[in-house]
């Protein structure tokens, strides 16, 4: 079993669409967790980043964190064409260091 | 802020030769940098951590001697591909960690190799 599951895809949805993306883990120490955004031959792009439980609004982007459940979820409000790309779920835990990744889920947003 | 780059981002070479990959992190310090391989549809694969002023850390299954890293300073890391081959033809990618107000990593835009 992988420590970081996420479903890889392809997501298609209509612009103007609530895009919900989602991630499990099975490690209850990690304390830290982010999402990244990644175009086609780029680097990944840092979305959010979350310390611990609870929730994070940032414009159209909405993250969750539910340690108790061990479950992350990204929420993109209004999705636009330019959302389009790769997103993906990372973690670590408290001694910093190295991220944990999920597949990454591929999100096709269609004008 | 904390804006990594790579150089060059992108690289054909011939087989046996050896590629140098920078990078550097524009308006931050950072101690630990780490590079990244990533194959299409996939997603980044660990291959070292770098800490400035030490050797670097390989992933389980990463050859040391084909993939030199050296962490001259807080802001730069480089990754040399020796005796390359068509194999080692790749995304490569690096991060550079920050404590500042967050504990994270920012990425670079990667490079792309090609070995003939």
């Known amino acids: 079993q992988k420590e970081v599951e996420q479903d890889p895809g392809p997501l298609s949805v209509p612009e103007g669409a609530i895009v919900s993306l989602n991630c499990t883990y099975s490690?209850?120490?990690?304390?830290?967790f982010m999402w990244y955004r990644q175009y086609s031959r780029k680097g990944p792009e840092l979305l959010m980043y979350?310390?611990?439980?609870g929730n994070k609004e940032d414009g159209r982007f909405t993250a969750q964190v539910d340690k108790s459940s061990k479950y992350i979820s990204l929420f993109i409000r209004d999705s636009q064409p330019s959302d389009s790309a790769t997103y993906l779920c990372?973690?670590?835990?408290?001694?910093?260091?190295?991220?944990?990744f999920g597949q990454g889920t591929e999100l096709s947003v269609k004008p | 802020g904390a804006v990594v780059s790579q150089h060059p981002s992108r690289v054909i070479c011939k087989s046996g030769t050896s590629v140098k990959i920078e990078c550097r992190s524009l308006?931050?310090?950072?101690?630990?940098m780490f590079w990244y391989r990533q194959f299409p549809k996939q997603s980044l694969m660990l291959m070292a951590t770098?800490?400035?002023?030490?050797?670097?850390?390989?992933e389980q299954g990463v050859e040391k001697d084909k993939f030199l890293i050296n962490h001259a300073s807080l802001t730069l890391s480089t990754l040399t591909v020796t005796s390359a081959h068509p194999e080692d033809s790749s995304f490569y990618i690096c991060?550079?960690?920050?404590?500042?107000?967050?504990?994270?990593?920012?990425f670079g835009p990667g490079t792309r190799l090609t070995v003939l």
């Open positions: 770098s800490n400035e002023g030490s050797k670097a850390t390989y």
């Open positions: 990372a973690m670590m835990n408290n001694q910093g260091g190295k991220l944990i």
């Open positions: 991060s550079a960690r920050t404590t500042t107000h967050t504990d994270t990593q920012y």
């Open positions: 490690n209850s120490a990690f304390q830290y």
């Open positions: 979350t310390y611990s439980s």
């Open positions: 308006d931050f310090q950072a101690t630990t």
